[in-house]
């Protein structure tokens, strides 16, 4: 599938993986973006004006609270509002809690269920309504539903059920031949990763991957390239992506 002049709908596109999956589909596929966002770092215009720019394709920008299936139909509808019609959806939200399974509060549990499964589930409902048959759905989820760890029980859970609705998705959705997956990175290089994580916490996730080394941005946004172009024949899988620190 070729994405030049196809639209692309990316939620949190404006920083982190989301980012340089913005970039890495407009510079080598030539993609329409719609570039969800939802606290602004004020730099969000500049990124959309500069990827239209260097790599000539239209570039929209949505701002909203995705906790409701409401939100995540609004923001559907804005996207086919934009561009008139949406080829390829990637629901890249997350939040992360680590904390041991006794501590964690009634108000942190629905925090984490509401982005983490929720918001994930209408996502790919919304997306099964109005992505094009051909199309293709890609939601982030995480290698640690590959490990076998304490502290991260709320995280691992709410992610963990993305793998299920995929599968069943992809299943509903053959006749119009849109494939539906998730992608599992390692732990990642980023501020969402150390905000939760002590040193020597780091260290260890290091030690365990290729390289010694965490998992870089710019190791995963190419498998999702894959998956939305030349990888049409993959459907209801998870692609672990750890660099060898977790295996399913």
Known sequence: MSLANKTVLITGGTKNLGKITAIELASKHKANLFLHYNSTQ????????????????????????????????KLFKACQEKFGSID?????????????IVEVTEEEFDAMDSI?????FFFIAEAAKHVNNGGHIVSLVTSLLAAYTPFYSVYQGTKSAVEYYSKSASKELISKRITVNCVAPGPMDTPFFYSQEKPEDVEFYKSAAIDHRLTKIEDIAPIIGMLVTEG???????????GGMTAH
């Not at 390829?88 to 809690?97: E, F, P, Q, Y």
């Open 232 to 242: 049409k024949w993959i459907t209801g899988q998870t692609i672990y992506a750890s």
């Open 88 to 100: 390829v959806a990637i629901n890249n939200i997350g939040k992360v809690l680590k904390k041991p």
């Open 42 to 73: 004020g730099d969000e215009k500049k990124v959309a004006e500069e990827i239209a720019s260097k790599y000539g394709v239209k570039v929209e920008l949505y701002q909203g609270k995705l906790n409701s299936q409401a939100s995540v139909q």
């Open 116 to 120: 983490n499964n929720k918001v994930a």
